[in-house]
């Protein structure tokens, strides 16, 4: 079982930067690729950004040249930093794990509240 603990999210300035963390336990961290999802209210989950094992990452379009996926294998955690905040950034945002071999082992976790407003 993969427990996955979110933190850093609050409220941001537009313009302003917030930094992300998803702390892993349970498992072997450097074999599953990790996503950051956000939610906005009645709207439906959409995936931000991606690392893979190796490192490589991926972006939405929305937040690209904006937000910086990171991850850190001696610790088990994963950052998202994001700058320039805009409003629309605004959401619950979740950290997800993906098994390298076995995609079904997914886990979510909890969600971690963003807000940018002046």
């Known amino acids: 079982q993969v ?3 979110e933190s850093g999210g609050g409220l941001g300035q537009p ?3 917030l930094t992300l963390s998803c702390a892993a336990s349970g498992t ?6 990790f ?7 009645g709207k439906e989950r959409e995936l931000v950004a991606r690392i893979t094992t190796s ?7 929305s937040v690209k040249d904006r937000f910086t996926i990171s991850r850190d ?3 088990n955690t994963v950052s998202l930093q994001m700058n320039s905040l805009k409003p ?3 959401a619950l945002y979740y950290c997800n794990a993906a098994h390298l071999v076995i995609p079904s082992r997914a886990y979510w976790g909890q969600g971690t509240q963003v807000t940018v407003s002046s």
């Open 3 to 5: 427990q996955l603990v």
């Open 15 to 17: 313009g302003g930067s």
């Open 28 to 33: 072997t961290f450097s074999v599953y690729a």
């Open 35 to 41: 996503c950051w999802y956000r939610q906005a209210p």
């Open 55 to 61: 490192g490589r990452t991926n972006y939405s379009d």
């Open 73 to 75: 294998n001696a610790k």
């Open 88 to 90: 629309e950034d605004t």
